[in-house]
């Protein structure tokens, strides 16, 4: 097997997982590829004595690669997403981070987990993404996103107004510091600290969540992810902040955002006693009461 691995944050108390890492991979005779900004980190704090081939782009890791490892948080995670988009790669997390809803295998459980990878005892959980298409009257980008995507005010302390609308049928207009579009995946995330709802993956669905909404009868609302969602920001700035995954980019008034669902979706590793529900329990320390 060709085994990618990306991670973001090498530190001396981060060095052992990496090397447990490798050397349990190595130890099954597979071949490892190192995200490249990662491998220079790696060789600023530690020797590596194995061979290895390197990657940079989503175009260079899309052949001949059987599992993407993350190794770091859930930030980690999303951003080693951004490598293998429609590939069909399938990637595992292992978390060295904190709370770790995407990177959910510990530290402790490395040697475990490989070796269920390496006997086959796994399956895949479909994530979904958004695309993001942002047309400036000139040019149209597009950004995909498995979390959300985030409208922010950027140059004023006032409140900013957000007209959405659902599939070419008109909303509302939030007043608000900014508006959250999640999938699934992200309502653990953003959403969650928003006030949004838990939604469990492989629901069908998008999430509009509004910052600090001014009207106090504005709430989240759920709705089918085969809706495009439109929106148009209007407010006393010329610019704001939208950020994809937690990566920012600027925004002009009266640019036009249209998000809809991706046409393909990634492949998590999942194993028989790792599920969504214990993962939510556990982190979130549900039912610490003697009660229970």
Same mark, same amino acid.
């Given at each position: 097997?060709?085994?990618?691995?990306?991670?973001?944050?090498?530190?001396?108390?981060?060095?052992?997982?990496?090397?447990?890492?490798?050397?349990?991979?190595?130890?099954?005779?597979?071949?490892?590829?190192?995200?490249?900004?990662?491998?220079?980190?790696?060789?600023?704090?530690?020797? &590596?004595?194995?061979?290895?081939?390197? =990657?940079?782009?989503? %175009?260079? !890791?899309? #052949? @001949?690669? +059987?599992?993407?490892?993350?190794?770091?948080?859930?930030?980690?995670?999303?951003?080693?997403?951004?490598?293998?988009?429609?590939?069909?790669?399938?990637?595992?997390?292992?978390?060295?981070?904190?709370?770790?809803?995407?990177?959910?295998?510990?530290?402790?459980?490395?040697?475990?987990?490989?070796?269920? &990878?390496?006997?086959?005892?796994?399956? =895949?959980?479909?994530? %979904?993404? !958004?695309? #993001? @298409?942002? +047309?400036?009257?000139?040019?149209?980008?597009?950004?995909?996103?498995?979390?959300?995507?985030?409208?922010?005010?950027?140059?004023?302390?006032?409140?900013?107004?957000?007209?959405?609308?659902?599939?070419?049928?008109?909303?509302?207009?939030?007043?608000?510091?900014?508006?959250?579009?999640?999938?699934?995946?992200?309502?653990?995330?953003?959403?969650?600290?928003?006030?949004?709802?838990?939604?469990?993956? @492989?629901?069908?669905?998008?999430?509009?969540?509004?910052?600090?909404?001014?009207?106090?009868?504005?709430?989240?609302?759920?709705?089918?992810?085969?809706?495009?969602?439109?929106?148009?920001?209007?407010?006393?700035?010329?610019?704001?902040?939208?950020?994809?995954?937690?990566?920012?980019?600027?925004?002009?008034?009266?640019?036009?955002?249209?998000?809809?669902?991706?046409?393909?979706?990634?492949?998590?590793?999942?194993?028989?006693?790792?599920?969504?529900?214990?993962?939510?329990?556990?982190?979130?320390?549900?039912?610490?009461?003697?009660?229970?």
């Amino acid at each position: 097997m060709r085994i990618a691995i990306y991670g973001r944050t090498v530190t001396k108390q981060k060095l052992s997982a990496f090397h447990e890492v490798f050397e349990t991979i190595l130890s099954f005779g597979w071949t490892i590829l190192l995200e490249e900004d990662f491998s220079k980190s790696l060789a600023q704090k530690t020797s &590596v004595s194995f061979d290895f081939e390197t =990657f940079s782009t989503h %175009s260079e !890791l899309g #052949v @001949g690669v +059987d599992l993407l490892i993350s190794i770091g948080g859930d930030g980690t995670f999303l951003k080693s997403v951004s490598y293998i988009r429609n590939s069909g790669i399938p990637v595992l997390g292992i978390n060295t981070g904190r709370l770790g809803f995407l990177a959910n295998v510990s530290r402790e459980h490395v040697q475990e987990a490989l070796g269920l &990878v390496k006997d086959n005892k796994y399956v =895949f959980q479909k994530r %979904s993404l !958004l695309t #993001v @298409g942002i +047309d400036d009257g000139e040019d149209e980008q597009y950004f995909y996103a498995i979390n959300e995507l985030a409208i922010h005010k950027k140059d004023t302390s006032s409140m900013i107004n957000v007209k959405v609308s659902l599939d070419g049928n008109f909303l509302n207009t939030y007043w608000s510091d900014g508006l959250i579009i999640s999938t699934p995946t992200g309502s653990t995330a953003y959403n969650l600290s928003c006030g949004g709802p838990i939604v469990t993956p @492989g629901c069908q669905v998008h999430i509009i969540t509004p910052i600090a909404p001014h009207n106090l009868n504005v709430r989240p609302m759920v709705i089918p992810d085969h809706m495009p969602i439109t929106l148009n920001v209007e407010g006393r700035g010329r610019s704001y902040l939208m950020s994809i995954d937690g990566k920012s980019h600027s925004i002009k008034q009266g640019q036009e955002i249209v998000i809809q669902k991706a046409d393909f979706m990634i492949n998590v590793v999942k194993f028989e006693n790792n599920n969504f529900l214990d993962t939510i329990r556990n982190k979130m320390h549900w039912g610490i009461d003697k009660r229970n």
